[in-house]
């Protein structure tokens, strides 16, 4: 058991140091999976054989250490035999480092597996899509429950709950590579006609309300953009745009559903197909979304994004966004 033990954890030193190296896109879903299985599997051999044969063995040694000291006792003599039966019982009970390490830990992986599955999971900002309502390096929170519980790894939903609203803020599977999470605003639903014109949104011909602010200092680019708050059917958000940067996206040539959009010099109009969504980043101008690779399938979502619990460069940033 030693050496396998060794085995899995000489794997799983590989599997993290290629993923931390970008020799490979990891699945912590899918790893945090195995890891509570075998942990498991440790555990109840734990529980079941090993615990108890060391048991077995602690009262056998000591059955032997009081029967040698009742004979030298019959025999009229002092004896210091058993002195140290405490110690060696200790000795026999402790665990090896291969089950230390694997059926220790097993309720720390099942409490984080549970949590991160069905309940919140961390993610981190790597990009200025969603400026500016969040920013490179936020750490956020993202609720798995709000959209209904699915099952770890293979993302089928088995209990609904909320359906996705206009506005919310969203992190999903990426559609053209599953295993690279994406997060954007949720713009159209099931049925709407989306229409981003001349930088104007509108969902089913009606124009979605703006209101001028004051440029906005993006950090990353060192420059001052348009800023606007956006009236996404009751949710009020700032949205960013390029005045300089042309209205029309060039799109992906391929894509699910492509023909249900209509693109232009002027931009893109999209009828949103039955259980997909239509997302969008607040940084406008800066956003790889819907406009260029398509809709979001219900099967791909994640969970609804809601509290910034930290960001390094700027801890001021805590709290909860819509």
Not at 128 to 136: A, C, D, F, R, Y
């Amino acid at each position: 058991m030693s050496a396998l033990t060794g085995a899995l954890y000489a794997a799983l030193v590989i599997y993290l140091g290629g993923w931390l190296m970008d020799k490979w896109i990891g699945n912590f879903a899918l790893l945090l999976l195995l890891l509570t299985v075998v942990t498991l599997a440790y555990w109840i051999a734990e529980k079941l054989f090993f615990r108890p044969r060391r048991l077995a063995a602690a009262k056998l040694l000591e059955e032997q250490i009081l029967a040698r000291r009742a004979e030298i006792r019959k025999m009229g003599m002092e004896t210091d035999v058993g002195n140290d039966l405490e110690e060696r019982k200790a000795q026999l009970m402790q665990q090896p480092w291969w089950l230390d390490w694997t059926a220790g830990l097993f309720p720390v992986i099942a409490v984080v597996f549970v949590l991160r599955s069905f309940l919140f999971e961390p993610f981190k900002i790597p990009s200025g899509s969603m400026i500016p309502t969040l920013q490179v390096g936020d750490l956020i929170l993202v609720n798995k429950f709000h959209y209904g519980i699915r099952l770890p790894v293979l993302n089928k939903k088995i209990i609904a709950n909320h359906d996705p609203a206009r506005g919310d803020v969203m992190v999903f599977h990426y559609p053209m590579d599953p295993r690279v999470d994406y997060i954007k605003r949720v713009v159209g639903l099931p049925g709407d006609e989306v229409s981003y014109l001349n930088k104007q949104l509108r969902i089913n011909g009606q124009p979605i309300p703006e209101t001028p602010e004051k440029d906005y200092y993006v950090e990353e680019r060192s420059s001052y953009e348009q800023a606007f708050t956006e009236n996404l059917t009751g949710v009020q958000h700032q949205i960013l745009t390029k005045a300089e940067q042309p209205a029309g996206v060039l799109p992906f040539p391929a894509f699910p559903f492509k023909d249900n959009c209509r693109y232009s010099a002027e931009g893109v109009v999209c009828k949103v197909p039955p259980g997909h969504y239509f997302m969008m980043g607040d940084h406008r101008d800066d956003s790889q979304d819907s406009r260029y690779w398509g809709f979001v399938p219900d099967e791909n979502i994640v969970g609804r994004a809601f509290f910034v619990w930290m960001n390094f460069s700027d801890p001021g940033r805590i709290g909860s966004f819509h």
